[in-house]
């Protein structure tokens, strides 16, 4: 059944500790355990009944202590190494020394120090955040949240708003049709033609991203899903001093936020936006990893 483990009658009771998160990491940690697993937390908000067959770990280290499995969170990793969590984890070899040998971490993606430490000690990465599908399972939570964002920070209606969307990847493009279907003149800053063309076909306007700066005098918004330096002083300066400006991506963004404010225009960093719905978030991403645990337990039984 989809969600479940294959953990057979006869095997050890399967250890997943889930480090680090927010109220997605709730609902992961409920499901790995009524999957079957004896599940260990630590690092997310912990509701006041508890988690349904998990159990709140004092430590971190005492969290991963014999697990086979740890879940981490999708959010980029911030450039201390840290992880998105309630108070500052980072998962270096001295923390992860405690996991059971050949033990596996999955998350959204890496950085190089945890690949390091991993790799010194044997345990497995596997990173989730190019899986399309779950892209695309978690994308209209985030959407949602994106839209509520939008119209808190404004003060004209996205209907016949003048909205920049950088970036056609999964958020990107359902972001676009999102705004086109509630009556935004959306232009798709891409720089894969292809990616302009789709989002043509979808009633938007697709740009070069090197004609940025000179469409955007005619931005009331600009909203960038791309981790990487585009929306920059330069662009900032050329946007309506009433424009918003809005970064979707994970770290380490793709918006000078800094710049953006000390410009006086309103500039969001829209991170961890699947809390909109950390339900359905939360299912959506169990449906991904429970896939890894059970092609990774099979692997092992052979």
């Not at 969590?85 to 945890?114: Q, Y």
């Not at 978690?138 to 950088?166: D, F, L």
């Not at 800053?189 to 076909?201: D, G, M, T």
């Amino acid at each position: 059944m989809p969600g479940q483990l294959n953990v057979s009658e006869n095997r050890q009771s399967l250890k997943i500790a889930v480090l680090g998160g927010d109220e997605r990491e709730q609902e992961i940690a409920r499901l790995a355990a009524a999957a079957g697993a004896s599940v260990t937390a630590f690092g997310f908000p912990w509701p006041e009944g508890g988690v349904a067959g998990a159990a709140l770990a004092p430590t971190a280290r005492d969290c991963l202590r014999g697990a086979g499995f740890c879940l981490m969170p999708i959010p980029g990793i911030a450039a201390d190494g840290s992880i998105f969590a309630t108070e500052k984890i980072i998962p270096r070899e001295c923390l992860l020394s405690v996991m059971a040998d050949g033990a596996h971490i999955i998350l959204g993606k890496a950085d190089e120090g945890l690949k390091n430490a991993a790799r010194r000690l044997h345990i497995g990465i596997h990173e989730y955040e190019h899986d399309q599908e779950l892209m695309l399972l978690r994308s209209p939570a985030i959407v949602e949240a994106a839209i509520k964002i939008i119209i808190e920070n404004t003060a004209i209606t996205i209907h016949k708003a003048s909205a920049c969307v950088v970036g056609q990847g999964n958020i990107g493009s359902v972001l676009t049709r999102s705004l086109i279907a509630l009556g935004a003149r959306v232009t798709v800053a891409a720089r894969n033609p292809a990616q302009r063309a789709l989002a043509y076909a979808a009633g938007a306007e697709g740009l070069p991203l090197e004609r940025l700066v000179e469409a955007a005098p005619g931005f009331d918004m600009i909203l960038s899903t791309v981790p990487a330096p585009i929306v920059t002083a330069q662009l900032i300066d050329a946007l309506p001093a009433a424009a918003l400006v809005m970064d979707l991506s994970a770290p380490p963004g793709g918006v000078d936020l800094e710049y953006a404010k000390l410009s006086g225009r309103k500039a969001v960093w829209a991170r961890a936006l699947g809390r909109r719905a950390p339900v359905t978030v939360g299912a959506s991403q169990w449906t991904g990893i429970v896939k890894i645990i059970n092609k990774l337990l099979e692997d092992s039984a052979r």
